[in-house]
């Protein structure tokens, strides 16, 4: 996990960073994450804001993509689809992604996004990521 952590803070913008994403698990090919609720990511009504989800849901398939091929990589993300189900208010949100399949150049992955207080699930994405060397390593 720690691994993992440093990926996230050495190589997504500060904006994504100051989401306050947590890794708190991982295997080989997947990761799990939380999204603290925070009320600078809420629109009106206390609703966490979708781009904050989309946003999580994209950082957790890259570092899963991570787990499962080394830090060695930068996934690019070359489609996201994100469908929205229920609102998050008020809660933290879980995030579990998971590369579904990967071969030499693409990689494609799926997340879940689930209320902390209720396990509901808030939404779900798919992406697929072209694999790039890291920059300094070739």
Request: aromatic share 4%.
């Amino acid at each position: 996990m720690e691994q993992l952590t440093r990926f996230l803070h050495d190589n997504f913008a500060p904006w994504v960073i100051d989401l306050g994403l947590h890794v708190t698990g991982s295997d080989a090919g997947s990761v799990q994450m939380r999204l603290p609720a925070a009320p600078r990511l809420d629109r009106v009504g206390q609703v966490l804001c979708g781009q904050a989800l989309a946003a999580a849901a994209d950082t957790a398939m890259v570092l899963a993509v991570v787990a499962a091929r080394g830090a060695g990589i930068t996934p690019g993300t070359v489609d996201l689809a994100t469908s929205f189900i229920r609102p998050a208010i008020g809660c933290d949100v879980l995030i579990r992604a998971e590369v579904l399949q990967a071969g030499r150049t693409l990689a494609f992955c799926r997340a879940e996004l689930t209320s902390s207080g209720t396990g509901k699930l808030l939404a779900s994405a798919t992406a697929t990521y072209v694999l790039g060397a890291a920059p300094g390593s070739a």
